[in-house]
T-cell receptor
Framework: NAGVMQNPRHLVRRRGQEARLRCSPV?????VYWYRQLPEEGLKFMVY????????ESGMPKERFSAEFPKEGPSILRIQQVVRGDSAAYFC???????????????FGPGTRLTVL | EDKVVQSPLSLVVHEGDTVTLNCSYE??????LLWYKQEKKAPTFLFML????IEKKSGRLSSILDKKELFSILNITATQTGDSAVYLC??????????FGPGTRLSVLP
């Protein structure tokens, strides 16, 4: 049973480049969440996706950031024209199909540590 | 705006001590409260609480929720150095929103 997989684990980019972070949820999970954790800060919600749909992107910056969760393949968090302030750990979490009573436990991936030089 | 507050933000104790970590929340359409332990990597799940007054236990860890006063506590008894971590509290709503607190950084000294 594979857990949530994220790659790469570490990513270094220069200012102005693009960063692509991948997340493969637990098999059978159709809900994916992305979080950002800045140094010495807690997890900040960015975006919640179901297959092919963005459900809630209220935590994601309006510019340069985008996320998708296609029918086939992993979820992708894309950051265009990265800046130093984007340096952080980005965690992906997945949860099972909704049962009608809300979403409970999330299973977290190991995170991608993005460093912008 | 939904928010979760944790206290203290950091705590240093010695092995064998008992600690209590606090979490208060303000979440619209509250559904459950979750506790996670985060060491150097991803958070790992500890407890999910949905009902007031029912203590959940796992070894030396226990947690309880008070839905009237909108808070939860996480207790760790007989602490060990391996308990050193950041403990995150998160509140969920029926709108599928997860709101995390800033975490309590626990350091257990030998």
């Amino acid at each position: 049973n594979a857990g949530v997989m994220q790659n790469p684990r570490h990513l270094v980019r220069r200012r102005g480049q693009e960063a692509r972070l991948r997340c493969s949820p637990v098999k059978g999970h159709s809900h994916v969440y992305w979080y950002r954790q800045l140094p010495e800060e807690g997890l900040k919600f960015m975006v919640y996706l179901q297959k092919e749909n963005i459900i809630d992107e209220s935590g994601m910056p309006k510019e340069r950031f985008s996320a998708e969760f296609p029918k086939e393949g992993p979820s992708i968090l894309r950051i265009q024209q990265v800046v130093r302030g984007d340096s952080a750990a980005y965690f992906c979490a997945s949860s099972p199909r909704l049962t009608g009573t809300g979403v409970d436990e999330q299973f977290f991936g190991p995170g991608t540590r993005l460093t912008v030089l | 705006e939904d928010k979760v507050v944790q206290s203290p933000l950091s705590l240093v104790v010695h092995e064998g001590d008992t600690v209590t970590l606090n979490c208060s929340y303000e979440v619209t359409n509250f559904r459950s409260l979750l506790w996670y332990k985060q060491e150097k990597k991803a958070p790992t799940f500890l407890f999910m609480l949905t009902s007031s007054g029912i203590e959940k236990k796992s070894g030396r860890l226990s947690s309880i929720l008070d839905k009237k006063e909108l808070f939860s506590i996480l207790n760790i008894t007989a602490t060990q150095t391996g308990d050193s971590a950041v403990y995150l509290c998160a509140a969920t709503s029926y709108g599928q929103n997860f709101v995390f607190g800033p975490g309590t950084r626990l350091s257990v000294l030998p």
